[in-house]
Protein backbone atom coordinates (compact mmCIF):
# COMPACT_ATOMS: atom_id res chain seq x y z
CA UNK A 1 0.00 0.00 0.00
CA UNK A 2 2.66 2.28 0.78
CA UNK A 3 4.75 1.91 -2.47
CA UNK A 4 1.71 2.79 -4.52
CA UNK A 5 1.59 5.77 -2.74
CA UNK A 6 5.33 6.39 -3.18
CA UNK A 7 5.25 5.38 -7.17
CA UNK A 8 2.05 7.21 -7.49
CA UNK A 9 3.98 10.77 -5.77
CA UNK A 10 6.75 10.22 -8.32
CA UNK A 11 4.48 10.88 -11.43
CA UNK A 12 5.83 13.48 -12.46
CA UNK A 13 3.45 16.26 -13.14
CA UNK A 14 4.51 16.52 -17.10
CA UNK A 15 3.92 12.67 -17.17
CA UNK A 16 0.07 12.86 -15.55
CA UNK A 17 -0.56 16.16 -17.97
CA UNK A 18 0.24 13.51 -21.24
CA UNK A 19 -1.94 10.95 -19.75
CA UNK A 20 -4.58 13.47 -19.83
CA UNK A 21 -3.84 14.49 -22.88
CA UNK A 22 -3.58 10.97 -23.78
CA UNK A 23 -7.06 10.17 -22.85
CA UNK A 24 -8.68 13.76 -24.24
CA UNK A 25 -7.45 12.41 -27.53
CA UNK A 26 -8.48 8.84 -27.47
CA UNK A 27 -12.03 10.32 -26.47
CA UNK A 28 -11.26 13.03 -29.00
CA UNK A 29 -11.09 10.08 -31.84
CA UNK A 30 -14.04 8.14 -30.98
CA UNK A 31 -16.16 10.96 -30.82
CA UNK A 32 -15.18 11.39 -34.38
CA UNK A 33 -15.83 7.84 -35.63
CA UNK A 34 -18.93 8.29 -34.42
CA UNK A 35 -19.80 11.07 -36.36
CA UNK A 36 -18.43 9.90 -38.93
CA UNK A 37 -20.37 6.63 -39.31
CA UNK A 38 -23.24 8.54 -38.46
CA UNK A 39 -22.74 10.85 -41.24
CA UNK A 40 -22.06 7.97 -43.46
CA UNK A 41 -25.49 6.20 -42.37
CA UNK A 42 -26.89 9.44 -43.47
CA UNK A 43 -25.35 9.57 -46.88
CA UNK A 44 -26.36 5.94 -47.80
CA UNK A 45 -29.92 6.98 -46.45
CA UNK A 46 -29.91 9.74 -48.80
CA UNK A 47 -28.73 7.70 -51.88
CA UNK A 48 -31.14 5.19 -51.02
CA UNK A 49 -34.02 7.74 -51.12
CA UNK A 50 -33.02 9.56 -54.60
CA UNK A 51 -32.27 5.73 -56.07
CA UNK A 52 -35.58 5.10 -55.01
CA UNK A 53 -37.05 8.12 -56.39
CA UNK A 54 -35.27 7.78 -59.67
CA UNK A 55 -36.23 4.14 -59.86
CA UNK A 56 -40.03 5.32 -59.44
CA UNK A 57 -39.58 8.17 -62.07
CA UNK A 58 -37.95 5.86 -64.09
CA UNK A 59 -40.84 3.25 -64.30
CA UNK A 60 -43.54 5.76 -64.74
CA UNK A 61 -41.85 6.91 -67.94
CA UNK A 62 -41.39 3.52 -69.31
CA UNK A 63 -45.03 2.73 -68.82
CA UNK A 64 -45.89 6.56 -70.38
CA UNK A 65 -43.95 5.49 -73.39
CA UNK A 66 -45.37 2.20 -73.79
CA UNK A 67 -48.61 3.15 -73.60
CA UNK A 68 -48.07 5.54 -76.76
CA UNK A 69 -46.23 3.01 -78.36
CA UNK A 70 -49.42 0.61 -78.25
CA UNK A 71 -51.66 3.66 -79.03
CA UNK A 72 -49.84 4.18 -82.22
CA UNK A 73 -49.17 0.67 -83.16
CA UNK A 74 -53.21 0.18 -82.43
CA UNK A 75 -53.75 2.67 -85.08
CA UNK A 76 -51.66 1.41 -87.65
CA UNK A 77 -52.64 -1.80 -87.63
CA UNK A 78 -56.43 -1.35 -87.73
CA UNK A 79 -56.87 -2.65 -84.56
CA UNK A 80 -58.68 1.06 -83.30
CA UNK A 81 -60.64 2.89 -85.41
CA UNK A 82 -58.07 6.15 -85.70
CA UNK A 83 -60.90 8.35 -86.24
CA UNK A 84 -62.67 7.69 -83.33
CA UNK A 85 -59.47 7.20 -81.14
CA UNK A 86 -56.98 9.40 -82.92
CA UNK A 87 -53.66 8.35 -81.95
CA UNK A 88 -50.10 10.01 -80.92
CA UNK A 89 -48.81 11.02 -84.05
CA UNK A 90 -52.39 12.61 -84.54
CA UNK A 91 -53.04 14.36 -81.71
CA UNK A 92 -48.91 15.92 -81.90
CA UNK A 93 -50.30 17.42 -85.39
CA UNK A 94 -53.27 18.97 -84.10
CA UNK A 95 -51.87 20.31 -81.31
CA UNK A 96 -48.35 21.99 -83.73
CA UNK A 97 -51.79 23.15 -86.33
CA UNK A 98 -53.70 24.93 -83.35
CA UNK A 99 -50.63 26.23 -82.12
CA UNK A 100 -49.59 28.06 -85.23
CA UNK A 101 -52.99 29.45 -85.64
CA UNK A 102 -52.50 30.57 -81.44
CA UNK A 103 -56.26 29.35 -80.95
CA UNK A 104 -54.44 26.63 -78.46
CA UNK A 105 -52.23 28.92 -76.36
CA UNK A 106 -55.80 31.05 -76.42
CA UNK A 107 -58.28 28.87 -75.07
CA UNK A 108 -54.95 27.31 -72.61
CA UNK A 109 -54.67 31.07 -70.95
CA UNK A 110 -58.68 31.29 -70.30
CA UNK A 111 -58.61 28.03 -68.41
CA UNK A 112 -55.60 28.91 -66.88
CA UNK A 113 -56.81 32.51 -65.62
CA UNK A 114 -60.35 31.25 -64.83
CA UNK A 115 -58.75 27.82 -62.67
CA UNK A 116 -55.99 30.12 -60.68
CA UNK A 117 -58.68 32.71 -59.80
CA UNK A 118 -61.90 29.90 -58.79
CA UNK A 119 -58.60 28.36 -56.83
CA UNK A 120 -57.54 31.49 -54.83
CA UNK A 121 -61.09 32.49 -54.37
CA UNK A 122 -61.67 29.18 -52.68
CA UNK A 123 -59.05 29.11 -50.30
CA UNK A 124 -59.47 32.85 -49.25
CA UNK A 125 -63.22 31.97 -49.05
CA UNK A 126 -63.13 28.30 -47.09
CA UNK A 127 -60.20 30.26 -44.39
CA UNK A 128 -62.58 32.88 -43.48
CA UNK A 129 -65.66 30.70 -43.43
CA UNK A 130 -63.57 27.97 -41.46
CA UNK A 131 -62.37 30.77 -39.38
CA UNK A 132 -65.79 32.11 -38.41
CA UNK A 133 -67.29 28.18 -37.60
CA UNK A 134 -63.94 28.02 -35.11
CA UNK A 135 -64.99 31.01 -33.42
CA UNK A 136 -68.42 30.32 -33.14
CA UNK A 137 -68.88 26.53 -32.33
CA UNK A 138 -72.77 27.40 -31.98
CA UNK A 139 -72.66 28.79 -35.63
CA UNK A 140 -71.00 25.20 -36.75
CA UNK A 141 -73.32 23.13 -35.13
CA UNK A 142 -76.46 25.21 -37.10
CA UNK A 143 -74.19 25.60 -40.31
CA UNK A 144 -72.87 21.65 -40.53
CA UNK A 145 -75.56 19.63 -41.91
CA UNK A 146 -75.93 22.44 -44.89
CA UNK A 147 -72.26 22.00 -45.64
CA UNK A 148 -72.41 18.37 -45.60
CA UNK A 149 -75.86 18.36 -48.27
CA UNK A 150 -73.75 21.06 -50.33
CA UNK A 151 -70.71 19.12 -50.58
CA UNK A 152 -72.65 16.12 -51.55
CA UNK A 153 -74.90 17.78 -54.15
CA UNK A 154 -73.59 17.21 -57.87
CA UNK A 155 -72.38 20.73 -58.88
CA UNK A 156 -72.80 20.20 -62.59
CA UNK A 157 -76.77 20.31 -61.41
CA UNK A 158 -76.13 23.87 -60.65
CA UNK A 159 -74.43 24.92 -63.57
CA UNK A 160 -77.84 26.00 -65.43
CA UNK A 161 -78.62 27.99 -62.55
CA UNK A 162 -75.41 29.74 -63.02
CA UNK A 163 -75.75 30.44 -66.41
CA UNK A 164 -79.62 32.02 -65.50
CA UNK A 165 -78.28 33.65 -62.41
CA UNK A 166 -75.10 35.35 -63.93
CA UNK A 167 -75.65 35.02 -67.88
CA UNK A 168 -72.73 33.45 -69.94
CA UNK A 169 -69.10 34.28 -69.41
CA UNK A 170 -66.20 34.52 -67.19
CA UNK A 171 -68.32 35.02 -63.88
CA UNK A 172 -69.76 32.51 -64.53
CA UNK A 173 -67.71 30.19 -65.05
CA UNK A 174 -65.16 30.92 -62.25
CA UNK A 175 -68.35 30.40 -59.45
CA UNK A 176 -69.12 27.25 -61.50
CA UNK A 177 -65.52 26.25 -60.42
CA UNK A 178 -65.59 27.59 -57.03
CA UNK A 179 -69.14 25.41 -56.67
CA UNK A 180 -66.87 22.01 -56.96
CA UNK A 181 -64.26 22.67 -54.30
CA UNK A 182 -65.38 25.06 -51.79
CA UNK A 183 -67.73 23.45 -49.76
CA UNK A 184 -65.61 20.96 -48.81
CA UNK A 185 -62.83 22.97 -48.40
CA UNK A 186 -64.45 24.91 -45.58
CA UNK A 187 -65.27 21.07 -43.99
CA UNK A 188 -61.50 20.47 -44.66
CA UNK A 189 -60.66 23.61 -42.55
CA UNK A 190 -62.61 23.53 -39.78
CA UNK A 191 -61.70 19.49 -39.38
CA UNK A 192 -58.03 20.59 -39.24
CA UNK A 193 -58.80 23.75 -37.16
CA UNK A 194 -60.39 21.21 -34.30
CA UNK A 195 -57.75 18.78 -34.77
CA UNK A 196 -54.96 20.78 -33.09
CA UNK A 197 -53.94 20.68 -29.59
CA UNK A 198 -56.36 21.57 -26.68
CA UNK A 199 -53.75 21.57 -24.22
CA UNK A 200 -51.70 24.04 -26.27
CA UNK A 201 -54.83 26.01 -26.71
CA UNK A 202 -55.24 25.77 -23.26
CA UNK A 203 -52.09 27.09 -22.00
CA UNK A 204 -52.36 30.18 -24.47
CA UNK A 205 -55.75 30.98 -22.33
CA UNK A 206 -53.46 30.06 -18.79
CA UNK A 207 -51.11 32.62 -20.10
CA UNK A 208 -53.62 35.22 -20.70
CA UNK A 209 -54.11 35.44 -24.61
CA UNK A 210 -57.21 35.58 -26.00
CA UNK A 211 -59.04 33.28 -28.35
CA UNK A 212 -57.51 35.42 -31.27
CA UNK A 213 -54.16 34.52 -30.04
CA UNK A 214 -55.13 30.83 -29.76
CA UNK A 215 -55.87 30.71 -33.49
CA UNK A 216 -52.97 33.46 -34.65
CA UNK A 217 -50.46 31.10 -32.75
CA UNK A 218 -51.86 27.60 -32.28
CA UNK A 219 -54.70 26.62 -34.36
CA UNK A 220 -53.52 28.00 -37.71
CA UNK A 221 -49.91 27.21 -37.61
CA UNK A 222 -50.92 23.42 -35.91
CA UNK A 223 -53.15 23.33 -39.36
CA UNK A 224 -50.47 24.53 -42.33
CA UNK A 225 -50.16 20.74 -43.06
CA UNK A 226 -53.99 20.14 -43.95
CA UNK A 227 -54.35 23.31 -45.46
CA UNK A 228 -51.58 22.52 -47.91
CA UNK A 229 -52.76 19.11 -48.36
CA UNK A 230 -56.41 20.26 -49.10
CA UNK A 231 -54.97 22.72 -51.54
CA UNK A 232 -53.44 20.31 -53.38
CA UNK A 233 -57.02 18.46 -53.78
CA UNK A 234 -58.59 21.99 -54.57
CA UNK A 235 -56.14 22.76 -57.40
CA UNK A 236 -57.64 19.56 -59.05
CA UNK A 237 -61.55 20.29 -58.14
CA UNK A 238 -61.15 23.68 -59.23
CA UNK A 239 -60.33 22.72 -62.99
CA UNK A 240 -62.91 20.41 -62.92
CA UNK A 241 -65.73 22.87 -62.36
CA UNK A 242 -64.31 25.34 -64.56
CA UNK A 243 -64.55 22.83 -67.58
CA UNK A 244 -68.07 22.03 -66.49
CA UNK A 245 -68.72 25.89 -67.11
CA UNK A 246 -66.64 26.10 -70.12
CA UNK A 247 -68.70 23.11 -70.98
CA UNK A 248 -72.06 25.07 -70.98
CA UNK A 249 -71.35 29.09 -71.20
CA UNK A 250 -67.99 29.50 -72.87
CA UNK A 251 -66.61 30.44 -75.53
CA UNK A 252 -63.37 30.17 -74.72
CA UNK A 253 -61.44 27.57 -73.15
CA UNK A 254 -60.15 24.32 -73.47
CA UNK A 255 -64.14 22.88 -72.22
CA UNK A 256 -65.14 24.59 -74.97
CA UNK A 257 -62.84 23.42 -77.35
CA UNK A 258 -63.93 19.52 -76.29
CA UNK A 259 -67.39 20.79 -77.20
CA UNK A 260 -67.04 22.02 -79.56
CA UNK A 261 -64.74 19.36 -81.43
CA UNK A 262 -67.37 16.43 -80.67
CA UNK A 263 -69.93 18.60 -82.51
CA UNK A 264 -68.17 19.26 -85.26
CA UNK A 265 -66.73 15.26 -85.32
CA UNK A 266 -62.93 17.15 -84.93
CA UNK A 267 -62.44 14.26 -82.23
CA UNK A 268 -58.56 14.93 -82.58
CA UNK A 269 -58.90 18.26 -80.90
CA UNK A 270 -61.08 16.66 -77.93
CA UNK A 271 -58.55 14.55 -77.49
CA UNK A 272 -55.73 16.74 -77.75
CA UNK A 273 -57.60 18.86 -75.74
CA UNK A 274 -58.08 16.34 -73.08
CA UNK A 275 -54.26 15.95 -73.04
CA UNK A 276 -53.67 19.46 -72.40
CA UNK A 277 -55.66 19.61 -69.34
CA UNK A 278 -54.12 16.54 -68.16
CA UNK A 279 -50.74 17.89 -68.55
CA UNK A 280 -52.24 21.31 -66.74
CA UNK A 281 -53.87 19.16 -64.04
CA UNK A 282 -50.22 17.50 -63.17
CA UNK A 283 -48.31 20.59 -63.34
CA UNK A 284 -51.24 22.79 -60.74
CA UNK A 285 -50.67 19.58 -58.76
CA UNK A 286 -46.69 19.56 -59.11
CA UNK A 287 -46.53 23.59 -58.59
CA UNK A 288 -48.19 23.14 -54.93
CA UNK A 289 -46.29 19.86 -54.01
CA UNK A 290 -42.68 22.07 -54.18
CA UNK A 291 -44.55 25.02 -52.50
CA UNK A 292 -45.46 22.34 -49.72
CA UNK A 293 -42.23 21.06 -49.90
CA UNK A 294 -40.71 24.18 -49.27
CA UNK A 295 -42.60 25.44 -46.27
CA UNK A 296 -41.50 22.22 -44.81
CA UNK A 297 -38.02 22.96 -45.18
CA UNK A 298 -38.37 26.58 -43.77
CA UNK A 299 -40.23 25.90 -40.99
CA UNK A 300 -38.78 22.77 -40.26
CA UNK A 301 -42.49 20.59 -39.85
Known sequence: MKTDQIN???????????E?????????RNTARKKSAELTKQEEF?????????????????????????????????????????SPSRVVKCFVEQMKSNSMLAHIGVTLFETLFSFLLVICVSLLVATLLWYSPKLSEILEPYLVVLNSLPKSAL???????????????????????????????YTGFQQVDAEKITLIYTLGGSRRDAFSKVVLPGSVPILLSTAKVN??????????GEFLAARRGLGYLIIYGSQVFQLDMVITSVIVLCIIALVFYKSIQVIEHQIKIRFKM
Not at 20 to 28: A, E, S, V
Not at 63 to 82: K, P
Request: net charge positive.
Open 235 to 244: IGLALVGVII
Open 46 to 86: VKKHHRHHHEIASWRTLLFVLFLAFWELSADLNWIDSFFFS
Open 8 to 18: ETKISPEKRAC
Open 20 to 28: KNGIHLFRK
Open 159 to 189: APLFIVWLGTGTRTIIVAGMSVAVFGSVISF
